[in-house]
């Protein structure tokens, strides 16, 4: 039976989540929308301010996106970028310094009831299907949002158990 929105998900152990850090799955529709978690959504301050609609998404980190607001340093990365674009590239290293740029970084826009329009680079960050709908996990903290690939929150299970091992006996 599908969850009421904003209800407490019934897989979640302790009770009651109103603290950060928090973890929830979302779905990427085929048209690249996702819609964040309502619960997730409710707890990051800054994600209240219906204003602020656009977002810095920073790739660096292979299968995750990290998405903060865009006010942060999102027009430091435009005017960086913006510097390589104003010249005529004279060097290799120049080219690569851009297309690296461009490559890591790109603005997203939040829609309607939470949504966020993807773009294919973003996609192709948590998942290699395009043009499917894909489940992402969406970790919310004080200060950014994440979208994790399956595998990259299986490696970040294994890098944190070593912490929890007593769980294991």
């Not at 977002?55 to 913006?82: Q, Y």
């Not at 970084?105 to 993807?118: A, P």
Request: glycine residues 4%.
């Amino acid at each position: 039976m599908p969850q009421p929105p904003g209800r407490r998900p019934e897989w979640l152990i302790a009770e009651p989540i109103q603290q950060l850090p928090y973890l929830d799955v979302a779905v990427i529709d085929s048209d690249g929308f996702v819609t964040l978690p309502i619960h997730g959504r409710r707890l990051v301050s800054w994600l209240d301010d219906i204003t602020k609609n656009i977002f810095l998404g920073d790739l660096k980190i292979s299968g995750c996106v990290r998405i903060t607001p865009w006010d942060e340093s999102g027009d430091r990365v435009k005017e960086l970028i913006n510097s390589y674009t104003d010249t005529e590239l004279q060097s290799d290293t120049e080219k690569d310094h851009l297309l690296i740029l461009r490559a890591q970084f790109v603005r997203l826009r939040r829609y309607r009831n939470g949504q966020l329009k993807l773009p294919r680079l973003v996609i192709a960050q948590v998942s290699e299907e395009l043009r499917k709908s894909i489940a992402c996990y969406v970790a919310f903290f004080e200060d950014h949002i994440e979208l994790w690939s399956s595998p990259y929150h299986h490696t970040r299970l294994l890098q944190q158990g070593a912490d929890l091992a007593e769980l294991d006996d």
